[in-house]
C-alpha cells in the first residue's frame, strides 16, 4: 500500500549550513557577552556586572524572539529578514571584538570610551540579545521541521547552541589568561558569513509530500490524537530544569566564589554534563522518561548541596563543579527525550510552536526574576520545597491517568510518601538554615564594625571584613588611627579657602573618615562600594555628619570631572589592591591627570603591609612616571603617594605650615600627632627615578582577576623598613622664598630637639601594628621618662598609656576565650609594666599561670591581687584552688572559706571545701558541703559521685572503721589518674567568665 508522507525542506546541505551557523553564531554571542562581563568587572569590581548583563541579554533575546517570530510570519521572502539580522549581528559582534582587539594599541583611548559602561551596557546587551533571539527563533523554526531523509535536526540544534556559547565563554577566559591567542575569535565570524550565503530556507515552508510503501504503522501512530497533559508536562520540565540549574549555580558560587573561573568551570562541566544526557536519550527510549525523570531533581539537588555545604572547605573548585554538574546529566537525558518525543508526536508548527514556549518564552521570564530576585534561605528553600512537591505530585496524577501495572503504581505511591519526609529529615539533620540570612553573602565579619565606637578617643574593639571571601579592610586602633593620619597630607597642601578636592573613598562603607570634613570648602566623595557588597548592612551613625558621600562606581565619577579638581585622593582598601587592577595602572593615572587642575595634586593610599611588594613598587612606579614630582609619606601601614607637575613640585610654604598647626588644634585630631613637625617626620622620600619599573602599556586582560586571589599576609618591605630610617626628609622642601626666617628656624629647632622623641613614637606604633606589645610599652615608657620635663609630651604619651592599660585587657581577654594563653600573658605583662597594681592583670596572670602550670608564679600574682583587693572572693578562691591542686589541703581550706564569708556561692566552691574536709578525714564536714553543692547544681554528675563516694567511706567508718588517704585532686576520681592541678570545667569557666573583670 503507498501512502503520502509530508516534509517541509528538502534541501539536506543547507540543514549542515544552519548547525554549522548556529553553533559559531552562539560561539561568538557567548565569547562577546563573557568578554563584557569580564571587561566590566575589571572596570567595575564591585558591579553586578554577570548577574546585570545575564538579566539584559535574556530580556533582549525574549524580545528578539516575539519580535523575529512576528516579522518572519509575515514575509514572504524570509531570506531578507535573515540576512539583515545576520549582518546586524556581525556588525554587534565585530563593534565589540575589534574594539577590544584595538585597545592594544592605544589602552587609554577604549578606557575613557568606555567610561560610562555601566550605561552603554543598557544599550549594547539587550541589543546583541535582540538579534541573537530575532536569529534563534529562525534558526529554531527551521531546525524544526522535517526534511526529505526523515532526519529532524531540532535536538542536534539545542545541543550544538549551548555547546557555542560554552565555547566562547571558555574562549573568552583563555584569552583573558594567555592575550596572545585573541584573533582565535575571528575565525567564528567568517564561517558565519559564509554559511549565512548559502542559507536560503523559508520561515513558512510550502508542505511537501512522498509517497512510500509500509508506513501503515507509522502513519496511524501520527494520526493518533495527543493529550494535552503531555504538553503541560513539558512546559513543565523545562522550567523545573531551569530553575534547578540556577539553584545549583546559587549554590555552587556561594561556596566557590563569584569570580569568572569558578563561575567558567561551573558552566564547562554543567554543559558536558547536559550532553552526556543527551547521548544516554539515544540509548534508553521511553516515550514517558521526561515525566518520571524529574522525581529525580530535588533529591539530586539537596544531595549536591548538602555535599557542597558539609565539604567545600575540602574539595577544590574542579571537584565541586564536577559534583554540582551531576543533575545536569539527568537534565540533559529529560531535555533530550522531552525535544524527541515532541518530533515525533506533532507537525512542523505545533512542534516549533511548544518548543519556542519551552525554550524561549516561559524559562526565560522565570530565569530573569530568579537572577534578579535576592534571595534568603527562608524563599530559597520554600521555592525548593514547592517544586519538590510538584515534582512528586504531578508525575504521580499523570500515572494513575494512563493504564499502568499496579507494581509501578504502587511503588510510585510508596515513593511519594516518603519523599518530602526524606527532604525534611537531611534538611534538619545537616543543619540546613532556614533564616532572613541571605542565601549568598558577599561580605563576612561586617556585623563586628557595628560593634565599633568611632568616636572614642582610642578604639578598643578590632574587625576584618572579608568581600567575597578577599580581606578588604582591618580596623582596629591603630589602622583607624592611621587612616586619619594618612589623609593629612592632602589638609597640608590645601588650601581651605579656595581648594576642591575629590576624594575617592574605598573605606567610605567600614569607617567614614572624619578628616576631609574639616576645613573643607569644596569636598566631592565618592563611596563606589555598593550596598550588595555587603549585603546591606550599616554603619551605625555616630557623632557630626562632616559631609556627604556620593555613592557612584569610580569611573562614573571621573567621567563627570574635567579640569575641575585641585586634589584628588585616591584611597583603595585592600580588596583593591588584590581585585581592582585597573586603579593601579598607567591608563588610570592619564585619566586622572586630565580631571585635575594644571598644577592640582593626586595622591593614591596603599596598605604596604597586604599588598605584594611587586604590585607597590607598579602602582608608584605609575604615579613618578606621569607628574613631574613625587612625594611619599608613610603612616605605619599606609604609604600616601602623591604626584603633581606644579613647578615646584611639593616645597614647603609659610601657609602650608601655618595651616597645618592649626589644624592640629582640632580637639578630635590632637592626639594623632605630638607637633606639626612630628606629622612631617613621616615623610620618607621625594623626587624618586621613574624607571625604577619599564611600565609598557598592557592590555586589561593582563590585569584581570580570574578568581579570588589568595589573601596577602602582613609583610615587611622598603616602605616597612624606611618607617624610622630618618625624621628629616622634609627640610629638604622647605621653601626658603615664601617662609620666614622664624618659621624655617623653628622647624629646623623642633626637629632637632623632638629627633629621637619622633623616632621612639613611630617605633612604637610599628611595635603595635605587629602586635609586640610588650616592646610597645617598653618603648612608651621611654618616652614617659623622657616627658618628665615636657607638659605637651607627657599629656599626649599619658593619654596613650591610659589607653593602652584598658585596650590591652581587651585583646587578652579575647585570646583567652581563643585559648591562646601565651599571648594573654604578654599582654597582661605589658599592663603591669604599665601599672604594676592593675588588679585585674595580677589576678589573671594568676589564673593563667595555673592553667600553665606555673604554680609558683601563679600564686604570686594572686596574693599581689589579693593585697590590692581583699573584698573580692573570686581571688581567695583561686588561691584555694591552686593549693589544693599542691596537696596542701589546710592551707587550701582557708582561702576558700575567706571565699565563702566574702559571699561567694557556687557549686564549685562547696565541692572543692567537701574535697579538702575528705582529704583530711573530715567525712561529716564534707558530707555537708557536697550536699549543699548538689542543692546548688543537681544536675553535676561530678557532686553526685562525689556525695555516694563519701556516704560509702562514711558507712565503712562505721563498720570497720577508716583511715583517710590523701587525694591529690577530684579529677584522680573522674579519670582515674593523677592531674597536677584539680580544674573541673566549672573552675575553668568561673576564670573564664568573671565579668566584672571586663568593666574595672
Keep these: 500500500m503507498n501512502l503520502t508522507r509530508e516534509f517541509s525542506y528538502s534541501n539536506i546541505s543547507q540543514r549542515r549550513f544552519v548547525l554549522l551557523n548556529a553553533f559559531f553564531s552562539f560561539l561568538t554571542g557567548g565569547f562577546v557577552l563573557s568578554d563584557l562581563i569580564l571587561r566590566g568587572k575589571y572596570l567595575y569590581p564591585y558591579a553586578q556586572m554577570g548577574s546585570n548583563t545575564i538579566l539584559l541579554l535574556m530580556a533582549g533575546i525574549l524580545a528578539g524572539n516575539i519580535v523575529g517570530h512576528l516579522l518572519f510570519s509575515r514575509l514572504k521572502q524570509s531570506r531578507y529578514g535573515y540576512l539583515i539580522i545576520e549582518i546586524l549581528f556581525l556588525l554587534a559582534a565585530s563593534a565589540c571584538i575589534g574594539q577590544e582587539f584595538a585597545s592594544v594599541e592605544a589602552l587609554s583611548l577604549p578606557v575613557l570610551a568606555t567610561l560610562q559602561y555601566p550605561h552603554s551596557i543598557l544599550i549594547m546587551v539587550p541589543f546583541l540579545g535582540l538579534v541573537l533571539g530575532m536569529k534563534s527563533v529562525y534558526f529554531l523554526k527551521i531546525s524544526s521541521g522535517d526534511y526529505i531523509d526523515e532526519k529532524n535536526p531540532v535536538v542536534f540544534f539545542i545541543a550544538l547552541s549551548i555547546t557555542g556559547i560554552t565555547a566562547g565563554i571558555i574562549l573568552s577566559g583563555i584569552i583573558a589568561t594567555f592575550y596572545t591567542w585573541y584573533p582565535v575569535i575571528f575565525v567564528a565570524l567568517p564561517v558565519v558569513i559564509v554559511t549565512m550565503i548559502y542559507i536560503n530556507l523559508p520561515y513558512n515552508p510550502v508542505p511537501m509530500y512522498t509517497r512510500e510503501p509500509g508506513r501503515e504503522h507509522e502513519e496511524q501512530e501520527e494520526?493518533?490524537?495527543?493529550?494535552?497533559?503531555?504538553?503541560?508536562?513539558?512546559?513543565?520540565?523545562?522550567?523545573?530544569?531551569?530553575?534547578?540549574?540556577?539553584?545549583?549555580?546559587?549554590?555552587?558560587?556561594?561556596?566557590?566564589?563569584?569570580?569568572?573561573?569558578?563561575?567558567?568551570?561551573?558552566?564547562?562541566?554543567?554543559?558536558?554534563?547536559?550532553?552526556?544526557?543527551?547521548?544516554?536519550?539515544?540509548?534508553?527510549?521511553?516515550?514517558?522518561?521526561?515525566?518520571?525523570?524529574?522525581?529525580?531533581?530535588?533529591?539530586?539537588?539537596?544531595?549536591?548541596?548538602?555535599?557542597?555545604?558539609?565539604?567545600?572547605?575540602?574539595?577544590?573548585?574542579?571537584?565541586?563543579?564536577?559534583?554540582?554538574?551531576?543533575?545536569?546529566?539527568?537534565?540533559?537525558?529529560?531535555?533530550?527525550?522531552?525535544?524527541?518525543?515532541?518530533?515525533?508526536?506533532?507537525?512542523?508548527?505545533?512542534?516549533?510552536?511548544?518548543?519556542?514556549?519551552?525554550?524561549?518564552?516561559?524559562?526565560?521570564?522565570?530565569?530573569?526574576?530568579?537572577?534578579?530576585?535576592?534571595?534568603?534561605?527562608?524563599?530559597?528553600?520554600?521555592?525548593?520545597?514547592?517544586?519538590?512537591?510538584?515534582?512528586?505530585?504531578f508525575p504521580g496524577l499523570y500515572l494513575f491517568q494512563h493504564k499502568k501495572g499496579a507494581i509501578k503504581k504502587g511503588s510510585y505511591f510508596v515513593f511519594s510518601l516518603i519523599f518530602i519526609p526524606l527532604l525534611i529529615t537531611l534538611h534538619i539533620n545537616f543543619k540546613i538554615p532556614l533564616s532572613?540570612?541571605?542565601?549568598?553573602?558577599?561580605?563576612?565579619?561586617?556585623?563586628?564594625?557595628?560593634?565599633?565606637?568611632?568616636?572614642?578617643?582610642?578604639?578598643?574593639?578590632?574587625?576584618?571584613?572579608?568581600?567575597?571571601?578577599?580581606?578588604?579592610?582591618?580596623?582596629?586602633?591603630?589602622?583607624?588611627?592611621?587612616?586619619?593620619?594618612?589623609?593629612?597630607?592632602?589638609?597640608?597642601?590645601?588650601?581651605?579657602?579656595?581648594?576642591?578636592i575629590l576624594f575617592l573613598d574605598g573605606y567610605q562603607k567600614f569607617f567614614k573618615n572624619p578628616v576631609p570634613g574639616v576645613n573643607t570648602e569644596e569636598l566631592y566623595c565618592t563611596d563606589y562600594i555598593s550596598d550588595r557588597n555587603i549585603d546591606y548592612q550599616r554603619l551605625a551613625v555616630t557623632g557630626k555628619d562632616l559631609y556627604i558621600s556620593n555613592r557612584e562606581y569610580v569611573l562614573e565619577t571621573l567621567s563627570r570631572m574635567a579640569g575641575n579638581y585641585e586634589i584628588i585622593v585616591d584611597m583603595?582598601?585592600?580588596?583593591?589592591?588584590?581585585?581592582?587592577?585597573?586603579?593601579?595602572?598607567?591608563?588610570?593615572?592619564?585619566?586622572?591627570?586630565?580631571?585635575?587642575?594644571?598644577?592640582?595634586?593626586?595622591?593614591?593610599?596603599?596598605?604596604?603591609?597586604?599588598?605584594?611588594?611587586?604590585?607597590?613598587?607598579?602602582?608608584?612606579?605609575?604615579?613618578?612616571?606621569?607628574?613631574?614630582?613625587?612625594?611619599?609619606?608613610?603612616?605605619?601601614?599606609?604609604?600616601?603617594?602623591?604626584?603633581?607637575?606644579?613647578?615646584?613640585?611639593?616645597f614647603l610654604e609659610e601657609?602650608?605650615?601655618?595651616?597645618?598647626?592649626?589644624?592640629?588644634?582640632?580637639?578630635?585630631?590632637?592626639?594623632?600627632?605630638?607637633?606639626?613637625?612630628?606629622?612631617?617626620?613621616?615623610?620618607?622620600?621625594?623626587?624618586?627615578?621613574?624607571?625604577?619599573?619599564?611600565?609598557?602599556?598592557?592590555?586589561?586582560?593582563?590585569y584581570m582577576v580570574l578568581k579570588a586571589p589568595h589573601n596577602v599576609p602582613l609583610n615587611d618591605n622598603k616602605y616597612m623598613d624606611s618607617l624610622t630610617s630618618g625624621n628629616d626628609w622634609f627640610m629638604n622642601l622647605v621653601d626658603n622664598e615664601h617662609m620666614n626666617f622664624?618659621?624655617?628656624?623653628?622647624?629646623?629647632?623642633?626637629?632637632?630637639?623632638?629627633?629621637?622623641?619622633?623616632?621612639?613614637?613611630?617605633?612604637?606604633?610599628?611595635?603595635?601594628?605587629?602586635?609586640?606589645?610588650?616592646?610597645?610599652?617598653?618603648?612608651?615608657?621611654?618616652?614617659?621618662?623622657?616627658?618628665?620635663?615636657?607638659?605637651?609630651?607627657?599629656?599626649?604619651?599619658?593619654?596613650?598609656?591610659?589607653?593602652?592599660?584598658?585596650?590591652?585587657?581587651?585583646?587578652a581577654r579575647n585570646y583567652e576565650k581563643e585559648k591562646q594563653w601565651e599571648k594573654a600573658v604578654h599582654l597582661y605583662n605589658a599592663i603591669l609594666t604599665i601599672n604594676p597594681d592593675n588588679f585585674q592583670a595580677n589576678y589573671r596572670l594568676g589564673t593563667l599561670n595555673i592553667t600553665l602550670q606555673n604554680m609558683d608564679l601563679a600564686y604570686q600574682?594572686?596574693?599581689?591581687?589579693?593585697?590590692?583587693?581583699?573584698?573580692?572572693?573570686?581571688?581567695?578562691?583561686?588561691?584555694?584552688?591552686?593549693?589544693?591542686?599542691?596537696?596542701?589541703?589546710?592551707?587550701?581550706?582557708?582561702?576558700?572559706?575567706?571565699?565563702?564569708?566574702?559571699?561567694?556561692?557556687?557549686?564549685?566552691?562547696?565541692?572543692?571545701?567537701?574535697?579538702?574536709?575528705?582529704?583530711?578525714?573530715?567525712?561529716?564536714?564534707?558530707?555537708?558541703?557536697?550536699?549543699?553543692?548538689?542543692?546548688?547544681?543537681?544536675?553535676?554528675?561530678?557532686?553526685?559521685?562525689?556525695?555516694?563516694?563519701?556516704?560509702?567511706?562514711?558507712?565503712?567508718?562505721?563498720?570497720?572503721?577508716?583511715?583517710?588517704?590523701?587525694?591529690?585532686?577530684?579529677?584522680?576520681?573522674?579519670?582515674?589518674?593523677?592531674?597536677?592541678?584539680p580544674i573541673n570545667k566549672s573552675a575553668f569557666e568561673i576564670r573564664l567568665s568573671d565579668d566584672e573583670a571586663s568593666d574595672e
Design 742 to 811: 622664624r618659621n624655617r628656624i623653628s622647624l629646623a629647632q623642633n626637629l632637632s630637639r623632638n629627633n629621637k622623641i619622633y623616632t621612639l613614637l613611630k617605633l612604637s606604633e610599628a611595635a603595635e601594628l605587629n602586635e609586640n606589645y610588650e616592646e610597645e610599652t617598653e618603648l612608651l615608657f621611654k618616652l614617659r621618662r623622657i616627658a618628665d620635663y615636657r607638659y605637651d609630651l607627657r599629656q599626649y604619651i599619658d593619654r596613650i598609656l591610659s589607653f593602652k592599660e584598658y585596650h590591652y585587657r581587651q585583646i
Design 655 to 702: 601657609g602650608h605650615i601655618n595651616s597645618m598647626r592649626q589644624f592640629l588644634t582640632n580637639q578630635e585630631f590632637s592626639d594623632l600627632f605630638l607637633d606639626t613637625e612630628h606629622f612631617l617626620s613621616h615623610m620618607i622620600e621625594t623626587d624618586s627615578p621613574a624607571n625604577t619599573v619599564d611600565l609598557e602599556p598592557v592590555h586589561p586582560a593582563e
Design 436 to 500: 532572613n540570612d541571605l542565601f549568598i553573602q558577599y561580605s563576612t565579619g561586617y556585623n563586628t564594625l557595628t560593634r565599633i565606637n568611632y568616636n572614642a578617643e582610642f578604639i578598643s574593639r578590632s574587625s576584618q571584613v572579608r568581600l567575597q571571601d578577599v580581606l578588604a579592610c582591618e580596623i582596629q586602633n591603630i589602622s583607624v588611627r592611621n587612616l586619619k593620619r594618612a589623609l593629612f597630607p592632602m589638609k597640608l597642601y590645601a588650601m581651605p579657602e579656595n581648594s576642591s
Design 861 to 981: 600574682y594572686l596574693t599581689h591581687a589579693m593585697k590590692l583587693d581583699n573584698k573580692n572572693p573570686r581571688v581567695p578562691y583561686q588561691i584555694g584552688i591552686l593549693l589544693l591542686s599542691q596537696g596542701k589541703f589546710r592551707e587550701s581550706l582557708e582561702y576558700l572559706s575567706i571565699a565563702s564569708n566574702l559571699q561567694f556561692k557556687s557549686a564549685s566552691l562547696y565541692l572543692y571545701t567537701g574535697l579538702c574536709h575528705e582529704s583530711l578525714g573530715n567525712l561529716q564536714e564534707s558530707k555537708k558541703y557536697y550536699e549543699m553543692a548538689l542543692k546548688l547544681d543537681p544536675n553535676d554528675g561530678t557532686i553526685t559521685s562525689s556525695l555516694e563516694r563519701i556516704n560509702k567511706k562514711i558507712e565503712t567508718e562505721k563498720t570497720h572503721g577508716y583511715i583517710p588517704a590523701i587525694r591529690k585532686n577530684q579529677n584522680e576520681d573522674e579519670l582515674g589518674e593523677s592531674i597536677p592541678i
Design 572 to 650: 583603595p582598601n585592600i580588596f583593591d589592591q588584590q581585585v581592582n587592577r585597573f586603579r593601579f595602572n598607567p591608563s588610570y593615572t592619564d585619566i586622572i591627570r586630565d580631571i585635575l587642575t594644571p598644577d592640582g595634586i593626586f595622591m593614591q593610599v596603599y596598605d604596604v603591609a597586604r599588598c605584594d611588594p611587586g604590585f607597590l613598587e607598579t602602582a608608584t612606579s605609575s604615579v613618578r612616571q606621569k607628574f613631574a614630582h613625587t612625594v611619599a609619606f608613610l603612616f605605619g601601614n599606609y604609604l600616601v603617594y602623591a604626584g603633581t607637575d606644579r613647578p615646584k613640585g611639593f
Design 223 to 393: 494520526k493518533t490524537p495527543h493529550s494535552r497533559d503531555d504538553i503541560f508536562f513539558t512546559y513543565l520540565n523545562f522550567s523545573y530544569i531551569a530553575i534547578y540549574s540556577i539553584f545549583l549555580y546559587y549554590s555552587f558560587i556561594k561556596y566557590y566564589g563569584f569570580f569568572p573561573l569558578p563561575v567558567m568551570l561551573l558552566i564547562s562541566a554543567m554543559t558536558a554534563a547536559t550532553l552526556i544526557g543527551f547521548g544516554l536519550n539515544r540509548l534508553l527510549k521511553n516515550a514517558f522518561w521526561h515525566v518520571y525523570s524529574e522525581m529525580l531533581y530535588p533529591l539530586l539537588f539537596i544531595a549536591v548541596f548538602i555535599i557542597l555545604s558539609q565539604y567545600n572547605n575540602v574539595l577544590n573548585m574542579a571537584v565541586g563543579a564536577l559534583i554540582v554538574a551531576v543533575p545536569a546529566v539527568i537534565f540533559g537525558f529529560s531535555l533530550a527525550n522531552n525535544i524527541s518525543h515532541i518530533s515525533q508526536k506533532h507537525d512542523h508548527k505545533t512542534r516549533f510552536s511548544i518548543l519556542n514556549f519551552s525554550l524561549f518564552i516561559i524559562p526565560i521570564p522565570i530565569m530573569i526574576a530568579l537572577f534578579w530576585y535576592v534571595f534568603t534561605y527562608r524563599w530559597f528553600f520554600i521555592i525548593f520545597y514547592v517544586m519538590a512537591l510538584l515534582n512528586v505530585l
